[in-house]
């Protein structure tokens, strides 16, 4: 029944921790393709039925376009078939990407995030990573691109599932192996404690509770493994917290927004250990833009037009900071 997530299910049957997920995992799966937004993947799906010749021999996830196979690789029509589809599955919000030559140019350029914090965290090369909240997949790759052993991501947005599989199912069926989407939200994993590094980027404020997602987060890690954590910070003391009175930056969904010292607070009485602040950044519109995939709203109609600095709502504007931070050791 759910084919694209078969690969998966058959990997984590001969793993000790990650077939614990069994117990769960097909009857979500299940339950996602009969929603509404499995409905959605499904019709997405056949779209991406007409990339079925496409086979990519030549990766490049080392750098801010990942890439597959080679421009001169398909035929004219193919070109335009793969512009179409592009647009077919906008919004593209995450990216850029280079598919046989064709360049999709998303809302935010992702490898910037990543420039940040790669020189930061753990080596990620022979690790099993689980990336939370991770839209279309396109840091899952650049991990991929750091020799990690194994990469899993959970984004419950069919879109971006869908526009994952666009660039897996034209890899190499060894490649195809190491990297999975599942279109699940963060509340639908079991207790795991299978990965090695845990990221969870721009999640954290979506969340309602955020010790709950934080202890949630650690019970994915391995005894001593590594949460890399990306949020939104406001300036402020330890005690200092935003909850947004309605919308932050037009974002109905944004429930907390704490000071770099309350969050380091939260994640040591939630028991991390050795928390590092890595890097503090305010979003610029040169990495959150509106392009061709993505023509809607973005940063520049969610400031403050006389004042940069500011939120339409007069809020400090969006920055974001990245830990690191470990599961206590056995
Ligand atoms: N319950 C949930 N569980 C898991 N994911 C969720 C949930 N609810 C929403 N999401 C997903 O979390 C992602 C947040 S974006 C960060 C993408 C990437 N990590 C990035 O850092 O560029 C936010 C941003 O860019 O500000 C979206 O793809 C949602 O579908």
Redesign the pocket.
């Known amino acids: 029944m759910f084919t694209p997530f078969n690969t998966f299910l058959e990997t984590i049957a001969g793993d000790r921790q990650l077939s614990r997920w069994l117990t769960r995992l097909p009857a979500d799966l299940e339950a996602f393709l009969k929603s509404a937004e499995g409905q959605e993947f499904r019709r997405y799906e056949k779209i991406l039925e007409r990339t079925r010749s496409l086979h990519a021999d030549t990766l490049n996830l080392n750098q801010p376009y990942v890439s597959f196979g080679r421009g001169e690789d398909i035929t004219p029509g193919q070109h335009q078939m793969l512009r179409a589809l592009y647009r077919e599955m906008m919004p593209w919000?995450?990216g850029p990407y280079e598919f046989f030559g064709e360049k999709a140019e998303s809302e935010?350029r992702?490898f910037m995030?990543w420039d940040r914090l790669i020189k930061g965290i753990t080596p990620l090369a022979g690790r099993k990573i689980l990336?939370?909240?991770?839209?279309n997949g396109?840091?899952m790759w650049r991990m991929l691109g750091e020799g990690a052993e194994r990469v899993v991501g959970?984004?419950?947005?069919a879109l971006?599932t869908a526009q994952f599989e666009l660039f897996k199912r034209a890899v190499p069926e060894d490649i195809q192996k190491k990297i999975h989407l599942l279109p699940l939200?963060?509340?639908q994993l079991p207790q795991l404690e299978a990965f090695d590094t845990v990221f969870s980027?721009?999640?954290l404020y979506?969340r309602r509770s955020a010790v709950d997602h934080l202890m949630q987060l650690q019970s994915q890690l391995v005894p001593g493994g590594e949460l890399v954590l990306?949020t939104m910070v406001i300036e402020g003391d330890e005690q200092t917290v935003l909850i947004p009175k309605d919308r932050y930056a037009k974002m109905p969904n944004i429930w907390y927004i704490p000071s770099i010292s309350s969050l380091e607070n939260l994640l040591n009485r939630c028991g991390y250990i050795n928390v590092k602040l890595i890097d503090v950044c305010m979003t610029t519109t040169e990495e959150q833009r509106r392009t061709e995939l993505m023509i809607t709203e973005s940063l520049e109609d969610f400031l403050d037009p006389q004042d940069h600095t500011r939120t339409i709502e007069g809020y400090q504007a969006p920055t974001r900071a990245v830990f690191t931070a470990q599961k206590k050791g056995r």
């Open positions: 919000r995450k935010w992702s995030k990336d939370v909240g991770c839209g396109y840091h959970i984004d419950p947005c971006f939200g963060i509340e980027m721009g999640v979506h990306e």
